[in-house]
């Protein structure tokens, strides 16, 4: 049987020469400019046009895989081959040399296909002759098989599997981890031929009340069987699933999702930005329309550009795709604004509620814009809500402790507060919310622990930068080894206590005309630049942290975001 290839550019936008696929019959939005009505039939496609042009443009492009294909060999690089599967496999990775994009160190092997179909077919997994009867024994097999199901509340720690080591860990049976992405296409290049095509298609909306994918940067992806597009979702195999629910994917964009995960697991994993939006950017040369990658990358750009890059990026995901997890990056986002903008973030928190009612990561950013507010009332019912639903989810842990801080007390804050820092040790932003609530809590071992491990995650060209605010923040003796819990503060060594009032930890944070944020813009190096009146603009990637004009008044979490810092300006007061 043989294995179908990868489908090519059809559509040519006539606003910007941009070459994409259509998804549909109706007027395509271009992926590039995002213009409506511009499409028009590309030279040579299978939809008419210049079909001398186009058998040129196949010549040439035949030309260059065969170049391609040899220049491999010289270095090297070996793509084992099984089957047809392998074979589709190679295809793919070709065209991703043909666009230039470079694959991480070791995907050539990790795509292997050696001996992966003789591992599925000994677990029971077989091929069959009709669409009806693959259908039935995929989901038979899956009701039996080790496929775990999982909250994708962030993407785990380990590195991709290897298509044999997914085949290896369903053989093992041992509830591990596997993310939707290795399992669907593992199952879809196996099972596929081109007498019965399995594609992998990403998964959208909500199950039970929440994004079947809460991260918003893992991917639910599943399996589309067939020209009826039955979809099988490998995490719940008996759903019945709307084809309207899922994005089919082709194999190209297949690999695109990879890079995409690839970046996220690098972010979260180590706090690792840079490489987030290198591989973001890869990814998206390969699947422009992924809304899923664009929300990533986005976020990302927050943290390295400013809220306002960061945002645009987030909008256009927000046009391809409406939903909950991109309502909820576009409402922290404009909390990072300058000013920051509380009503609207309600708004789109709110909306994004409507959507899913029981987003627990959501719930926790609503809380947060309630003790903004000072309404612990109102905050209250909404954190212990979420921490029912995914006590682990991020920003539960954080809002908790806050929670925590405000009914003074201070034993449950120190808990949550080291919860939110396991949860959330990709984001040392979020560390440095926890420190100040250890600080409050009275734990101040915990919080120097804390404070060396947020020096530990910058450059070494920028630590003296981020040890003095460290300092400014957490006061002078925060680095010291050696200060014990019992001892007392040196002189100016103060941090307000816990308020009295109803206020949240960040008091009044949304109420002030700046916001900022130190984070990783590039690889060499921090973004702290002077807020002073006589800088160059072009200068600044953001607002800064380390102003000489200003003082750090306090911090902020929007509860499933970036932490921030507020920066006042101290003549206004």
Not at 277 to 287: F, P
Not at 313 to 329: C, H, K, S, W, Y
Not at 485 to 504: C, H, T, V
Not at 505 to 529: K, N, R, T, V, W
Request: hydrophobic content about 40%; glycine content about 12%.
């Amino acid at each position: 049987m043989k294995s179908p290839s990868p489908t090519f550019a059809d559509q040519t936008c006539v606003h910007c020469g941009a070459e994409f696929l259509r998804d549909s019959a109706e007027p395509e939005r271009c992926p590039q400019c995002l213009r409506v009505g511009g499409a028009v039939d590309a030279p040579g496609s299978r939809r008419g046009g210049n079909i001398r042009g186009g058998a040129r443009r196949t010549w040439i492009r035949g030309l260059v895989l065969v170049g391609l294909a040899v220049v491999a060999m010289v270095a090297g690089i070996r793509i084992l081959l099984g089957d047809g599967s392998g074979a589709r496999i190679r295809t793919v990775l070709s065209v991703a040399e043909e666009k230039g994009i470079e694959l991480p160190e070791g995907w050539e092997e990790k795509f292997s296909w050696k001996g992966v179909a003789d591992r599925l077919s000994s677990q029971g997994l077989e091929r069959q002759a009709t669409g009806e009867a693959l259908i039935a024994a995929v989901r038979s097999w899956l009701k039996d098989s080790p496929v775990e199901p999982w909250r994708l509340s962030k993407p785990v720690a380990r590195p991709l599997f290897s298509m044999d080591d997914v085949v290896k860990q369903l053989a093992k049976g041992d509830g591990a981890q596997l993310y939707p992405l290795e399992v669907a296409t593992v199952l879809a290049w196996y099972l596929g031929t081109e007498e019965i095509p399995v594609r992998v298609g990403e998964r959208l909306g909500v199950r039970d009340g929440t994004p079947v994918d809460p991260s918003g940067v893992i991917g639910r992806y599943v399996l589309v069987v067939g020209d009826s597009k039955t979809v099988v979702d490998p995490f719940a195999p008996g759903d019945e699933v709307a084809a309207k629910d899922v994005r089919v994917l082709e194999d190209t964009q297949v690999l695109g999702a990879w890079m995409g995960l690839h970046g996220a697991r690098s972010f979260f994993g180590r706090g690792d930005v840079s490489s987030c939006v290198r591989w973001s950017d890869r990814s998206l040369k390969l699947d422009s329309r992924s809304a899923t990658v664009r929300g990533l990358r986005g976020q990302c750009l927050m943290r390295v550009s400013g809220p306002d890059e960061g945002l645009r990026e987030i909008d256009v995901a927000l046009n391809l795709q409406r939903d909950a997890p991109r309502l909820r990056f576009m409402a922290e986002g404009v909390l990072l604004g300058v000013p920051p903008d509380l009503n609207r973030a309600v708004v789109f928190v709110d909306e994004a509620l409507g959507l899913a009612p029981n987003y627990a990561e959501l719930l926790a950013v609503r809380a947060n814009l309630h003790l903004a507010r000072g309404e612990i009332g109102q905050a209250r019912p909404l954190i212990e809500r979420a921490a029912r639903l995914a006590p682990d989810a991020l920003g539960v842990p954080l809002a908790r402790a806050q929670l925590s801080i405000q009914s003074k007390d201070m034993a449950s804050a120190i808990r949550f507060a080291k919860q939110s820092t396991e949860v959330q040790s990709h984001d040392w932003n979020r560390r440095m919310a926890a420190a100040a609530i250890l600080r409050m809590a009275g734990d101040y071992d915990s919080m120097r622990k804390e404070a060396r491990a947020i020096l530990g995650m910058v450059p070494g060209a920028q630590k003296s930068r981020v040890e003095q605010m460290i300092k400014q923040f957490l006061g002078p003796t925060a680095l010291d080894d050696t200060f014990g819990q019992g001892d007392s503060f040196a002189e100016g060594d103060s941090l307000q206590d816990a308020p009295s009032r109803g206020d949240s930890l960040h008091g009044d944070l949304l109420q002030g005309d700046s916001l900022g944020d130190l984070d990783f813009p590039s690889d060499d190096g921090l973004s702290l630049g002077s807020g002073n009146s006589n800088d160059d603009p072009s200068s600044r990637r953001g607002p800064s942290l380390l102003d000489d004009d200003l003082k750090l008044e306090g911090f902020g979490n929007s509860g499933g975001g970036p932490g921030s810092f507020r920066l006042s300006d101290p003549s206004a007061e």
